[in-house]
C-alpha cells in the first residue's frame, strides 16, 4: 500500500490542508476501514474501482467515481471493491466554502457527486483526473479547477477562518461563549457562520478537533493510562471521554486503539 501526502500550490493553501493519494493491490487494503470525523471536507477521485459505503441500516451502496464528501459528524465505514487508486483534496473546515454552490448542511455525511456540484465541469474534471496517469498531473488538474472556480482569495470568512484558528491552538478546549467573546460575536451569529463557512456547528467542531488530538496521542501511545489522556485532553472524566469518544467512533477508546489506528490516520487530518 503506498500512501503519500502533497503540499498545494500557495495559492490555494489558506483553502486546501493537503493532496493526498493512495494506491494498492485489491490485497493490500482491508476489508472494512472505519473513518473518524476530522472537521476537514474531502474531494475524492476513484481512479482505480470504487468504494464502497455502508451505510447505519446495514445496506450499502456504491461511491461515486468522484465527489465531495460533506463533514462527517459520525464514524464512517467505507471498503474497496479491487485496486486502489485514489487522489483526493483535503480542505481546511472552512476550506471547500469558497468553492461550493450547496449549503454545507446538505451534505452532511454525503458522498456528493462532482456532476452534483458542478454539473458538465465537474464531470469534465474527473475525466481529465482520470486519463491522468501521473499524481503529479492530476493535482495539477485539480489545482487549475480549484482556482478557475475562486472568484476571489477574500471570499474567506474573517471570523470563521480565525475560529479555526483559536480551536486548533487550543487543541478544541475551548467553549463557544468563549470563542463568541474572544472574537466578539454574538453566539448565535457565531453558530450562523459556522453553518453556512464550515457545515458543522462550533461545539461540533470544537468536540471533533479535540477527538483528533486525543487520536494522535494514542498513535504516539503519549499517555500512561486513559484515563490521564482523557484530562490531559480536556474532558470533564472518564464517562464524559468514552461518551464524546463513542459518539465519534462508534467504539470505546481501548476498542478502538486495538485495531483503527493505522487505517483512520490515512483518511483524516495530516
Not at 494522535?216 to 501511545?221: A, C, F, G, S, V
Request: glycine letters at 6%; a positive charge.
Amino acid at each position: 500500500m503506498d500512501y503519500k501526502v502533497y503540499e498545494a500550490i500557495k495559492e490555494l493553501q489558506p483553502f486546501i490542508k493537503c493532496f493526498w493519494s493512495l494506491k494498492a493491490p485489491a490485497s493490500s487494503v482491508p476489508e472494512k476501514q472505519r473513518i473518524v470525523p476530522d472537521g476537514c471536507m474531502e474531494m475524492i477521485f476513484h481512479c482505480g474501482d470504487l468504494y464502497e459505503q455502508f451505510l447505519d441500516d446495514g445496506k450499502t451502496i456504491i461511491q461515486p467515481r468522484s465527489f465531495v464528501f460533506g463533514q462527517i459528524t459520525r464514524p464512517l465505514e467505507i471498503a474497496p471493491t479491487g485496486v486502489s487508486d485514489i487522489i483526493a483534496v483535503r480542505f481546511h473546515p472552512d476550506g471547500f466554502f469558497p468553492f461550493n454552490c450547496m449549503p454545507l448542511t446538505q451534505m452532511e455525511n454525503k458522498a456528493i457527486s462532482l456532476n452534483s456540484l458542478f454539473n458538465k465541469e465537474g464531470l469534465q474534471l474527473e475525466e481529465q483526473v482520470i486519463a491522468a496517469s501521473a499524481t503529479g498531473k492530476r493535482i495539477k488538474i485539480i489545482e487549475t479547477f480549484l482556482l478557475n472556480k475562486l472568484k476571489s482569495p477574500e471570499v474567506t470568512d474573517r471570523i470563521a477562518k480565525q475560529s479555526v484558528k483559536m480551536l486548533l491552538q487550543l487543541n478544541g478546549q475551548l467553549s463557544v461563549d468563549d470563542l463568541a467573546t474572544q472574537l466578539k460575536i454574538n453566539r448565535r451569529q457565531l453558530e450562523r457562520k459556522f453553518s453556512s463557512t464550515i457545515g458543522l456547528s462550533p461545539k461540533q467542531l470544537a468536540k471533533v478537533i479535540r477527538l483528533q488530538a486525543t487520536l494522535k496521542m494514542l498513535e504516539k501511545k503519549q499517555f500512561t493510562s486513559l484515563t490521564s489522556l482523557a484530562y490531559e485532553n480536556g474532558y470533564f472524566d472518564q464517562a464524559h471521554f468514552i461518551k464524546d469518544f463513542k459518539e465519534f467512533t462508534g467504539m470505546s477508546p481501548g476498542q478502538f486503539y486495538t485495531g483503527n489506528l493505522k487505517m483512520s490516520a490515512l483518511f483524516a487530518g495530516e
